[in-house]
């Protein structure tokens, strides 16, 4: 097993700051065999001559223009030679035995195609980023250890509907499986809520995600509230998920998650308006509309997927990863509050 080669992609957009803890912490890996694939995203700091000239080792792929982090991640993966692939942030800080815990997580079993880190604050090592997030019957997520202080309960392996994208380990035989178009995560994408989507068609191949809590990273960026509140985050956020479920969901469940998810949309729409905040309200409509004039090639991407990726049903992998918070989660989720959780 530690012959297996990881290949860990990184991307990278003016993150100059960040790369000598994440490279200065990689290189004390107890895992020797992984190659780094660094992709820049039409940086203009010192970043790619930093790599260059401290770790040339490195495989560098230089976009022309910032691609986002989907397609960015795409790039980097269509060069990928490892039996693993894991996608990790430039702000993050890993502990040595991480990769080895990720590794022996995916071979623990044979239907476990991804596996995700314990996830850090890198200002408040004591408190989580996330430990991974659940389905709802809104659409929702429930995003689990959000924010929480660690403790013994967060020291269980169990089943994610999706895992953060911070710091993310796939075997690269499963997502070979799942390829859209030849890309594992939706360029369409450029941020928010695409591990999701990558995530839910790992699920329906066949495959289970995990987390993986002995691979401890720390991460700078994770957990902040005032994100919630930024108009960008939330356009993306809401496009990108909308347009996911319309891909991925069966009939049934589509039916059954679609109308209440476009409610709780225009809700949060409406509420935004009534606090001032219009440009968020206007941003939640703007997701709304694009995907209607997206809907044929989504509709296009849900036949491929349907037919060529699906393997089991929504009911039998939603069991293992629904979750019904009750409603005040909700008013909890749209003020950027981490004070919520119930138990998992």
């Not at 994610?160 to 075997?171: D, S, V």
């Amino acid at each position: 097993m530690k012959s297996d080669m990881v290949s860990i992609i990184i991307i990278n957009w003016n993150g100059m700051k960040w790369l000598p803890a994440c490279f200065g912490s990689l290189a004390k890996q107890d895992w020797n065999n992984y190659e780094i694939i660094f992709v820049d995203n039409a940086s203009t700091d010192e970043s790619v001559a930093w790599v260059k000239n401290n770790y040339p080792k490195t495989k560098i792929l230089i976009n022309k223009e910032n691609l986002g982090f989907s397609d960015a991640n795409n790039v980097g993966y269509k060069i990928a030679k490892g039996k693993y692939v894991l996608f990790l942030n430039n702000d993050t800080r890993v502990t040595k035995t991480f990769l080895t815990e990720l590794v022996k997580a995916l071979e623990s079993d044979s239907i476990i195609g991804g596996a995700q880190s314990k996830i850090l604050l890198m200002d408040h090592p004591d408190t989580h980023d996330s430990v991974g997030a659940f389905f709802t019957s809104t659409g929702f997520l429930y995003h689990y250890g959000f924010g929480a202080k660690d403790n013994p309960k967060y020291n269980k392996q169990i089943d994610l509907y999706t895992a953060k994208g911070a710091c993310m380990m796939f075997k690269k035989s499963v997502l070979e499986k799942i390829e859209v178009d030849g890309n594992i995560l939706d360029p369409s994408y450029f941020a928010y809520f695409e591990e999701t989507d990558m995530c839910h068609r790992v699920w329906l191949a066949g495959y289970r995600i995990v987390y993986a809590y002995e691979s401890v990273i720390y991460h700078k960026m994770g957990a902040t509230s005032s994100s919630m509140n930024n108009a960008f985050v939330q356009y993306h956020s809401f496009k990108n998920r909308l347009n996911s479920y319309i891909k991925n969901l069966g009939g049934l469940q589509l039916w059954k998650t679609l109308p209440t998810h476009l409610l709780f949309c225009e809700f949060f729409s409406i509420a935004s308006l009534f606090r001032g905040k219009f440009k968020l309200s206007y941003n939640v409509q703007r997701a709304i509309f694009w995907n209607l004039i997206r809907l044929p090639v989504t509709m296009r991407y849900r036949r491929y997927i349907q037919t060529n990726i699906r393997t089991i049903s929504d009911e039998k992998f939603l069991e293992k990863v629904l979750k019904k918070p009750k409603l005040r989660y909700y008013w909890y989720l749209s003020q950027g509050k981490t004070d919520y959780e119930e138990n998992v």
